[in-house]
Protein backbone atom coordinates (compact mmCIF):
# COMPACT_ATOMS: atom_id res chain seq x y z
CA UNK A 1 0.00 0.00 0.00
CA UNK A 2 1.20 3.65 -0.92
CA UNK A 3 0.03 6.12 2.08
CA UNK A 4 -3.72 3.55 2.05
CA UNK A 5 -3.56 3.32 -1.86
CA UNK A 6 -4.18 -0.25 -2.57
CA UNK A 7 -3.01 -0.61 -6.37
CA UNK A 8 -5.74 -3.98 -6.12
CA UNK A 9 -8.40 -2.14 -5.28
CA UNK A 10 -10.74 -0.64 -7.44
CA UNK A 11 -12.06 1.72 -5.31
CA UNK A 12 -8.94 2.79 -4.75
CA UNK A 13 -7.93 3.08 -7.92
CA UNK A 14 -11.24 5.12 -9.27
CA UNK A 15 -9.76 7.74 -7.05
CA UNK A 16 -6.31 7.51 -7.89
CA UNK A 17 -8.01 8.53 -11.64
CA UNK A 18 -10.34 11.46 -10.66
CA UNK A 19 -7.12 12.86 -8.86
CA UNK A 20 -5.30 12.69 -11.90
CA UNK A 21 -8.12 13.62 -14.04
CA UNK A 22 -8.70 17.33 -12.27
CA UNK A 23 -5.80 18.77 -13.17
CA UNK A 24 -4.79 16.32 -16.38
CA UNK A 25 -5.03 18.88 -19.29
CA UNK A 26 -3.12 21.86 -17.17
CA UNK A 27 -0.25 18.92 -16.50
CA UNK A 28 0.02 17.96 -19.94
CA UNK A 29 0.20 21.73 -21.36
CA UNK A 30 3.24 21.98 -18.73
CA UNK A 31 4.48 18.87 -19.94
CA UNK A 32 4.39 20.03 -23.40
CA UNK A 33 5.93 23.16 -23.37
CA UNK A 34 8.92 21.65 -21.51
CA UNK A 35 9.15 18.98 -24.02
CA UNK A 36 9.17 21.67 -26.32
CA UNK A 37 12.52 23.71 -24.54
CA UNK A 38 14.22 20.16 -24.24
CA UNK A 39 13.51 19.96 -27.64
CA UNK A 40 15.21 23.64 -29.10
CA UNK A 41 17.80 22.82 -27.01
CA UNK A 42 18.74 19.40 -28.88
CA UNK A 43 17.16 17.12 -26.48
CA UNK A 44 16.14 13.79 -28.21
CA UNK A 45 11.60 14.04 -28.49
CA UNK A 46 10.50 10.95 -26.27
CA UNK A 47 6.93 12.95 -26.52
CA UNK A 48 4.82 13.63 -23.94
CA UNK A 49 3.01 10.61 -21.67
CA UNK A 50 0.37 9.79 -19.42
CA UNK A 51 0.97 7.61 -16.85
CA UNK A 52 -0.03 6.47 -13.17
CA UNK A 53 2.90 7.77 -11.18
CA UNK A 54 2.43 7.05 -7.52
CA UNK A 55 4.47 9.99 -7.14
CA UNK A 56 1.85 12.20 -8.38
CA UNK A 57 -0.85 11.34 -6.32
CA UNK A 58 -3.04 13.80 -4.41
CA UNK A 59 -1.14 16.61 -6.00
CA UNK A 60 -3.99 18.98 -6.31
CA UNK A 61 -2.33 21.24 -8.83
CA UNK A 62 -0.95 20.15 -12.26
CA UNK A 63 2.14 17.95 -11.57
CA UNK A 64 4.38 15.93 -13.77
CA UNK A 65 7.36 14.16 -14.17
CA UNK A 66 10.05 15.30 -16.52
CA UNK A 67 12.55 13.26 -18.15
CA UNK A 68 15.82 14.65 -18.18
CA UNK A 69 18.13 11.81 -19.82
CA UNK A 70 19.69 8.11 -19.27
CA UNK A 71 22.79 7.57 -17.49
CA UNK A 72 22.59 4.58 -18.63
CA UNK A 73 24.09 5.99 -22.09
CA UNK A 74 27.34 7.69 -21.92
CA UNK A 75 26.71 10.32 -24.12
CA UNK A 76 23.22 11.12 -21.85
CA UNK A 77 25.68 10.46 -18.75
CA UNK A 78 28.15 13.29 -19.94
CA UNK A 79 26.01 15.82 -20.90
CA UNK A 80 23.74 15.57 -17.40
CA UNK A 81 26.97 15.62 -15.51
CA UNK A 82 28.25 18.49 -17.24
CA UNK A 83 27.90 22.21 -16.46
CA UNK A 84 26.62 22.81 -19.83
CA UNK A 85 24.06 19.96 -19.79
CA UNK A 86 22.88 20.79 -16.51
CA UNK A 87 22.30 24.50 -17.47
CA UNK A 88 20.34 24.18 -20.59
CA UNK A 89 18.14 21.32 -18.69
CA UNK A 90 17.52 24.00 -16.20
CA UNK A 91 16.95 26.85 -18.63
CA UNK A 92 14.18 24.49 -20.39
CA UNK A 93 12.12 24.18 -17.29
CA UNK A 94 12.10 27.48 -16.18
CA UNK A 95 11.61 28.85 -19.61
CA UNK A 96 8.25 26.49 -19.93
CA UNK A 97 6.95 27.25 -16.45
CA UNK A 98 7.22 30.85 -17.37
CA UNK A 99 5.38 30.78 -20.44
CA UNK A 100 2.87 28.34 -18.57
CA UNK A 101 2.19 31.40 -15.68
CA UNK A 102 2.59 34.12 -18.37
CA UNK A 103 -0.61 32.32 -20.27
CA UNK A 104 -2.60 32.11 -17.37
CA UNK A 105 -1.63 35.17 -15.99
CA UNK A 106 -2.58 36.82 -19.63
CA UNK A 107 1.10 38.29 -19.39
CA UNK A 108 2.79 38.13 -22.66
CA UNK A 109 5.48 36.07 -22.34
CA UNK A 110 9.21 36.92 -24.12
CA UNK A 111 11.97 34.87 -23.22
CA UNK A 112 14.46 38.08 -24.10
CA UNK A 113 13.23 39.45 -20.63
CA UNK A 114 15.52 37.16 -18.50
CA UNK A 115 18.61 37.54 -18.70
CA UNK A 116 20.02 33.72 -18.27
CA UNK A 117 24.19 33.52 -17.34
CA UNK A 118 25.66 31.04 -19.74
CA UNK A 119 27.00 27.74 -18.66
CA UNK A 120 30.67 27.58 -17.22
CA UNK A 121 32.66 25.49 -18.44
CA UNK A 122 34.06 22.26 -16.93
CA UNK A 123 37.54 23.13 -16.28
CA UNK A 124 37.46 21.35 -12.46
CA UNK A 125 36.51 18.50 -11.09
CA UNK A 126 32.71 18.10 -9.16
CA UNK A 127 33.52 19.52 -5.76
CA UNK A 128 31.92 18.58 -2.44
CA UNK A 129 30.65 21.75 -0.84
CA UNK A 130 29.60 20.74 2.79
CA UNK A 131 30.77 17.77 4.59
CA UNK A 132 27.76 15.97 4.38
CA UNK A 133 26.56 16.97 0.82
CA UNK A 134 28.51 16.00 -2.41
CA UNK A 135 28.08 17.21 -5.63
CA UNK A 136 27.81 14.98 -9.08
CA UNK A 137 31.04 13.46 -9.75
CA UNK A 138 32.17 13.64 -13.06
CA UNK A 139 36.14 13.20 -14.85
CA UNK A 140 36.95 16.40 -16.73
CA UNK A 141 40.07 17.68 -17.40
CA UNK A 142 41.55 20.12 -15.17
CA UNK A 143 43.82 23.34 -16.19
CA UNK A 144 47.06 22.65 -13.79
CA UNK A 145 47.41 26.18 -11.51
CA UNK A 146 49.40 29.13 -12.46
CA UNK A 147 52.74 30.33 -10.61
CA UNK A 148 52.35 26.49 -8.73
CA UNK A 149 56.31 27.28 -8.16
CA UNK A 150 55.40 30.28 -6.47
CA UNK A 151 53.14 28.75 -4.50
CA UNK A 152 55.35 26.32 -3.54
CA UNK A 153 57.74 28.46 -1.99
CA UNK A 154 55.27 30.32 0.13
CA UNK A 155 54.36 26.86 1.47
CA UNK A 156 57.38 26.26 2.12
CA UNK A 157 58.32 29.33 4.59
CA UNK A 158 54.72 28.50 6.17
CA UNK A 159 54.90 24.84 6.74
CA UNK A 160 58.92 23.63 5.66
CA UNK A 161 58.19 19.79 6.36
CA UNK A 162 55.58 19.73 3.45
CA UNK A 163 56.63 21.90 0.50
CA UNK A 164 58.56 18.96 -0.95
CA UNK A 165 62.16 19.20 1.00
CA UNK A 166 64.43 16.37 0.25
CA UNK A 167 63.53 13.08 2.34
CA UNK A 168 60.40 14.08 3.07
CA UNK A 169 57.85 10.92 1.87
CA UNK A 170 55.56 12.75 -0.50
CA UNK A 171 53.68 9.70 -1.79
CA UNK A 172 49.88 9.52 -1.99
CA UNK A 173 48.15 7.91 0.63
CA UNK A 174 45.22 6.95 2.04
CA UNK A 175 44.39 9.16 5.50
CA UNK A 176 45.14 7.35 8.24
CA UNK A 177 46.87 8.28 11.35
CA UNK A 178 48.17 6.46 14.77
CA UNK A 179 47.23 9.55 16.74
CA UNK A 180 42.98 9.10 17.27
CA UNK A 181 43.11 12.50 19.43
CA UNK A 182 44.66 15.27 17.02
CA UNK A 183 42.91 16.95 14.17
CA UNK A 184 44.48 17.31 11.29
CA UNK A 185 43.40 19.77 8.55
CA UNK A 186 43.74 19.12 4.91
CA UNK A 187 42.28 21.28 1.64
CA UNK A 188 40.31 19.29 -0.65
CA UNK A 189 41.23 19.73 -4.35
CA UNK A 190 39.70 17.04 -6.54
CA UNK A 191 37.64 14.40 -6.61
CA UNK A 192 37.26 11.93 -8.66
CA UNK A 193 35.07 8.48 -9.10
CA UNK A 194 38.51 6.67 -10.14
CA UNK A 195 42.43 6.90 -9.23
CA UNK A 196 44.14 10.27 -10.50
CA UNK A 197 47.89 10.18 -11.53
CA UNK A 198 49.21 12.63 -8.73
CA UNK A 199 52.63 13.07 -9.95
CA UNK A 200 51.75 14.85 -12.99
CA UNK A 201 49.58 18.05 -14.05
CA UNK A 202 47.72 19.43 -11.23
CA UNK A 203 48.97 18.04 -8.53
CA UNK A 204 52.61 17.97 -9.57
CA UNK A 205 53.86 21.17 -7.32
CA UNK A 206 50.87 20.95 -4.29
CA UNK A 207 52.00 19.78 -0.81
CA UNK A 208 51.59 16.83 1.04
CA UNK A 209 48.99 15.83 -1.91
CA UNK A 210 47.06 12.35 -0.37
CA UNK A 211 43.81 10.20 -1.33
CA UNK A 212 41.14 9.03 1.20
CA UNK A 213 37.91 7.55 -0.06
CA UNK A 214 34.69 8.61 0.83
CA UNK A 215 31.55 7.72 -0.36
CA UNK A 216 33.13 5.40 -2.70
CA UNK A 217 34.94 8.24 -4.08
CA UNK A 218 38.31 9.00 -4.22
CA UNK A 219 39.41 12.52 -2.54
CA UNK A 220 42.12 14.29 -3.02
CA UNK A 221 43.77 16.85 -0.58
CA UNK A 222 46.75 19.32 -0.22
CA UNK A 223 48.77 20.10 3.40
CA UNK A 224 49.09 18.27 6.30
CA UNK A 225 48.03 20.85 9.38
CA UNK A 226 47.06 20.87 12.93
CA UNK A 227 46.18 24.36 12.67
CA UNK A 228 42.79 25.46 10.62
CA UNK A 229 44.66 28.69 10.56
CA UNK A 230 47.50 27.48 8.46
CA UNK A 231 44.96 25.11 6.27
CA UNK A 232 42.90 28.72 5.48
CA UNK A 233 46.14 30.14 3.85
CA UNK A 234 47.32 27.25 1.91
CA UNK A 235 42.82 27.20 0.64
CA UNK A 236 43.51 30.97 -0.28
CA UNK A 237 46.42 30.12 -2.24
CA UNK A 238 45.22 27.15 -4.01
CA UNK A 239 41.99 29.56 -4.30
CA UNK A 240 44.50 32.22 -6.18
CA UNK A 241 45.98 29.54 -8.25
CA UNK A 242 43.26 28.07 -9.80
CA UNK A 243 41.51 25.80 -7.31
CA UNK A 244 38.79 27.98 -6.99
CA UNK A 245 36.50 25.38 -5.16
CA UNK A 246 39.48 24.13 -2.56
CA UNK A 247 37.84 23.54 0.57
CA UNK A 248 38.59 22.72 3.93
CA UNK A 249 38.38 19.00 5.70
CA UNK A 250 39.07 17.70 9.06
CA UNK A 251 40.47 14.10 10.24
CA UNK A 252 40.80 12.45 13.62
CA UNK A 253 42.64 9.57 12.58
CA UNK A 254 41.20 7.40 9.68
CA UNK A 255 37.90 9.40 10.11
CA UNK A 256 36.54 12.47 8.54
CA UNK A 257 34.83 14.83 11.15
CA UNK A 258 33.07 18.23 10.85
CA UNK A 259 35.53 21.43 10.57
CA UNK A 260 34.99 23.44 13.33
CA UNK A 261 36.31 26.39 13.32
CA UNK A 262 37.78 28.47 16.08
CA UNK A 263 38.95 24.84 17.36
Known amino acids: TYSGFDPNSDEANILFAMYQNAYLTQSLDL ?19 QAGFLVLWKT ?16 EESFIGSNRGQTKVAESIFLALQQYIDEKEGVAFN ?10 PDSTPAIEDT ?5 PIKPVKITPPNNAGKMKASLQDMHP ?31 SPKPLATD ?34 LQSMLRTEGF ?4 IVAFKGKNRIPVVKGK
Open 111 to 120: PNDFKLIPAQ
Open 31 to 49: ASKIQKEYIGNGRTDNGVK
Open 161 to 191: DSAGNPGVDTTPKLTGMADTTTVIYKVQIAS
Open 60 to 75: AMPSLLTEMGFLTNPQ
Open 244 to 247: KDAF
Open 131 to 135: VTNTA
Open 200 to 233: TGIFKNAPDIEMYMYNAVYKYTAGHFTSIEDAVK
